[in-house]
């Protein structure tokens, strides 16, 4: 090839140069193939995507041969080999061959892949215990078999999904079980997000709902931004109706009573009661509160 690059530009010089390398591209494929070795990870049904596995050697593509019917031809990054393979391995039963192709499009080897049986899950909701309103926080119960999370849905609303500690269930649900009416169920999930069990979860009132405000300590415009006080019982929220209009409802957190209420009472003759709910919004005390300056 040297030689003929030093010939003056020409027909000839062309022709001999496309002769020269047609005659290396020949020479190349007498060459014997590089050290290849091929690794590939068992293939599992229903859980993998991908053929995966290593490789050394002068690999540039491979292909995914499943029955006799081989698939295109893909590019591998440095010493890693990896193939979607999740729609044409449907059997364990399949025969499936990974082909490497060095630059050129020369086999430099093949390696038969194992495939593995999906794994099959089963599992069960065993108990759960009914929900008190206004006296649980959680869903409690016990699971058997491959059970991996657990979701609620209320009222067609699923929730996120959240790992079991065997053999126990347990879900946060008071701040969205609210009613006794509200639909509510427990789903079981395996590993994988497969649906193990369902179960519907009874709904109690608690009994005999009452709450009361205990005090309230007297407001003092201009000075304070908050009404405070006490309460006891099943208080869940509070709001704040100044002449004659009710504010928000807010939380309350045991035992303490606190509502805003600085840009709302304004004047000593300005008329303030405070109101506390239960859970579903009745009515268990109403207190009129005492506005200074």
Known sequence: KALVNQLTDSTQKT?????????????????PASNVNLTVTPFKIGTDNYITGQYTGDV????LTVNGVEGVKVPV???????YAKTVILKDTDNVTLTAFDKNG????TK???????QVTTGAITSINPFKIGTDNYITGKYSG???????????VEGVKVGVT????????????????DNVKLTAYDATGKVLDTET?????????TGAITSIAPFKIGTDHYITGKYSGDVAKISLTVNGVEGVKVGVTPPDLKYYAKTVILHTTDTAVLTAYDINGKVLDTETISATK
């Open 166 to 181: 065997p053999p126990d269930l347990k879900y946060y649900a008071k701040n969205v079980i609210l009613k006794d009416t």
């Open 77 to 83: 990054t440095p010493s890693a080999l990896k193939y």
């Open 106 to 109: 020369k086999i430099l080897g």
């Open 201 to 209: 979860i009874t709904i109690e009132k608690k009994a005999g709902v």
């Open 112 to 118: 038969a892949v194992t495939i593995e049986k999906q």
């Open 60 to 63: 540039a593509k491979i292909s």
């Open 15 to 31: 022709a001999l140069l496309a002769n020269v390398q047609l005659a290396q591209s020949l020479l190349d494929a007498t060459k």
């Open 146 to 156: 491959d059970v991996a999370k657990i979701s609620l849905t209320v009222n067609g």
